[in-house]
């Protein structure tokens, strides 16, 4: 199967920076698309921002200016750039990977661990 996995989380202070990694391994075939979602203590969920497999973006309002997703060139690999960091930023990040696996013949949604992302004040 799939295996999502993220790295780069930690404590910063406000105003800083961090950039998170995520890499899809394993019987892939094809990604469509990744993307990057938070979720904080008690708190739903959220979309941070998503990169399709044409380059198309988005970004919740409540990180444009502030936080670049990107891809490599090998497409299962997927980047967050955080600048600018708030302490409402904090939050545990989770990669997200829209893609097909070998044997399979629809797009399915992947979710890696999480990391922690700490900004204090």
């Known amino acids: 199967q799939v295996q999502v996995v993220e790295s780069g989380g930690g404590l910063v202070q406000a105003g800083g920076s961090l950039r998170l990694s995520c890499a899809a391994s394993?019987?892939?075939?094809?990604?469509?698309?990744m993307g990057w979602y938070r979720q904080a203590p008690g708190k739903q969920r959220e979309l941070v921002a998503t990169?399709?497999?044409?380059?198309?973006?988005n970004y919740a309002d409540s990180v444009k200016g502030r936080f670049t997703v990107s891809r490599a060139n090998a497409k299962n690999t997927v980047y967050l750039q955080m600048n600018s960091l708030k302490p409402e930023d904090t939050a545990v990040y989770y990669c997200?990977?829209?893609?097909?696996?070998?044997?399979?013949?629809?797009?399915?949604?992947?979710w890696g661990q999480g990391t922690q992302v700490t900004v204090s004040s």
């Open positions: 997200n990977v829209r893609g097909i696996a070998d044997g399979s013949y629809s797009y399915n949604n992947y």
């Open positions: 394993g019987n892939i075939f094809s990604v469509n698309a």
């Open positions: 990169i399709t497999g044409g380059g198309s973006t």
